[in-house]
């Protein structure tokens, strides 16, 4: 199996600009779940997904973070209008069942200038 | 929020030393896991213990979970270079985990 699939790896944008993030995550796998890490914050979960069902999106910060899940093999995570204070690395993960092992992305280091 | 709390936060050992790292957490829990970053990398999962296990082992990693004072345990055994990461303390509520700030572990050869 590839693991779960992120893309871009990398992202710099300016302020104001459209950010969109994707990912698939493993095959058979019902839950997945959009986290953000930094520095100052550490790990975060933004949103959780149980088959393709948003279940828990109270980490979403503001209006401006949406994601979607129109099927089980894809996600996105859009931030429209970025700001500096977005910039971080954004995983991906996914799981069988949502309370067991969590398998991470190699996540999407988001720069907004 | 964190939930999880990890001491120390770094922490630099010998290659062939044992490494120990603990993590105290605030609420109950259904089951803590513990988690390996390497730098510019995702998270990689190590071992689960559930709220009723006190000690689980994974080739040269051992967890200890104690509930009744809310901490836990990761104890690498023989360090490697390759064990040069990050380590994070998880614990979960149904679905949600809740991260620690980690401790960074360096492996000198």
């Known amino acids: 199996d590839a693991g779960v699939i992120q893309s871009p790896r990398h992202e710099v944008t300016e302020m104001g600009q459209e950010v969109t993030l994707r990912c698939k995550p493993i095959s058979g796998h019902n839950s997945l779940f959009w986290y953000r890490q930094t520095m100052m914050r550490g790990l975060e979960l933004l949103i959780y997904?149980?088959?393709?069902?948003?279940?828990?999106d109270s980490g979403m910060p503001e209006d401006r973070f949406s994601a979607k899940m129109p099927n089980a093999s894809f996600s996105t995570l859009k931030i429209q209008p970025s700001e500096p204070r977005d910039s971080a690395v954004y995983f991906c993960a996914s799981s069988h069942t949502g309370v067991d092992e969590q398998f991470f992305g190699p996540g999407t280091r988001l720069t907004v200038l | 929020s964190q939930q999880g709390e990890e001491d120390p936060q770094a922490l630099s050992i010998q290659e062939g030393e044992n490494a120990t790292m603990n993590c105290s957490y605030k609420?109950?829990?259904?089951?803590l896991q513990w988690y390996r970053q390497n730098s510019g990398r995702g998270l990689v999962h190590l071992i689960l213990?559930?709220?009723?296990?006190r000690e689980k082992h994974s080739g040269r990693l051992r967890v200890t979970l104690d509930t009744s004072k809310k901490s836990s345990s990761l104890l690498i055994t023989a360090s490697r270079a390759a064990d040069t990461a990050s380590y994070f303390c998880a614990t979960d509520n149904d679905y949600k985990l809740s991260f620690g700030a980690g401790t960074t572990v360096t492996v000198r050869a």
């Open positions: 609420t109950s829990i259904n089951n």
């Open positions: 997904f149980n088959n393709n069902v948003p279940i828990d």
């Open positions: 213990i559930r709220s009723n296990e």
